[in-house]
Nanobody, 114 residues
Framework: QVQLVESGGGLVQAGGSLTLSCAAS????????MGWYRQAPGKQRDLVAR???????NYADSVKGRFTISRDNAKNTVSLQMNSLKPEDTAVYYC????????WGQGTQVTVSS
């Protein structure tokens, strides 16, 4: 059974940094591209960063140059380093495969104050 557990969110001032972590259980991690998604209040959930099993990355234009995704295949974890945070980065952040599975974890709240 797949489990995804996100952590590391919090409240930070604009310009600050946070690092999110996702622990994945089950067999999917080692064979799938993983991604970080976010959902702001009243908006759809969007993919912001993805990483293949060999470490190739891709970012949404809105976070390019500020966010860095990484993964540790031995530990089944994927991380998101977020720098130069902006108020518009405020959202609940989730990890999932790309394309996403039907199962979602609870996510972690990131709030950026101006």
């Amino acid at each position: 059974q797949v489990q995804l557990v996100e952590s590391g969110g919090g409240l930070v001032q604009a310009g600050g940094s946070l690092t999110l972590s996702c622990a994945a259980s089950g067999s999917i991690f080692s064979i799938r591209t993983m991604g970080w998604y976010r959902q702001a209040p009243g908006k759809q959930r969007d993919l912001v960063a993805r990483i293949t099993i060999v470490g190739m990355t891709n970012y949404a234009d809105s976070v390019k140059g500020r966010f860095t995704i990484s993964r540790d295949n031995a530990k089944n974890t994927v991380s998101l380093q977020m720098n130069s945070l902006k108020p518009e980065d405020t959202a609940v952040y989730y990890c999932n495969t790309v394309p996403e599975m039907a199962y979602w974890g609870q996510g972690t709240q990131v709030t950026v104050s101006s």
